[in-house]
Nanobody, 119 residues
Framework: QVQLVESGGGLVQAGGSLRLSCAAS????????IAWFRQAPGKELEFIAA????????YYADSVKGRFTISRDKLRNTASLIMNSLKPEDTAVYYC????????????WGQGTQVTVSS
């Protein structure tokens, strides 16, 4: 089991920045990929960004490419999502999630943190 706790959400004006953090605990040695998803009211869960736990190959959804940066600190068992140039359409609950090696799906999820971007 991997436990994930997100923090850092809040209310920000359009054009502003936020940094989300995800603290992982439990069987962190089993993590292969850590990622961020978001879900806006009335919309489906949307992939945002992912990075391998070893720190390689970050990749992003087109909607956030160039504005968001994902990183991880393996020693501290944390991951971060730096969000710049925020837009009202970035308003959503943001979730941290992990995937183990050899598995096709993200199996562990945090409780989410709310990000609200005002226009």
């Amino acid at each position: 089991q991997v436990q994930l706790v997100e923090s850092g959400g809040g209310l920000v004006q359009a054009g502003g920045s936020l940094r989300l953090s995800c603290a992982a605990s439990g069987r962190t040695f089993s993590i292969y990929t850590i990622a961020w998803f978001r879900q806006a009211p009335g919309k489906e869960l949307e992939f945002i960004a992912a990075i391998t736990w070893d720190g390689g190959s970050p990749y992003y959804a087109d909607s956030v490419k160039g504005r968001f940066t994902i990183s991880r600190d393996k020693l501290r068992n944390t991951a971060s999502l730096i969000m710049n140039s925020l837009k009202p359409e970035d308003t959503a609950v943001y979730y941290c999630t992990t995937k183990n090696a050899g598995t096709p799906r993200y199996g562990y999820w945090g409780q989410g943190t709310q990000v609200t971007v005002s226009s």
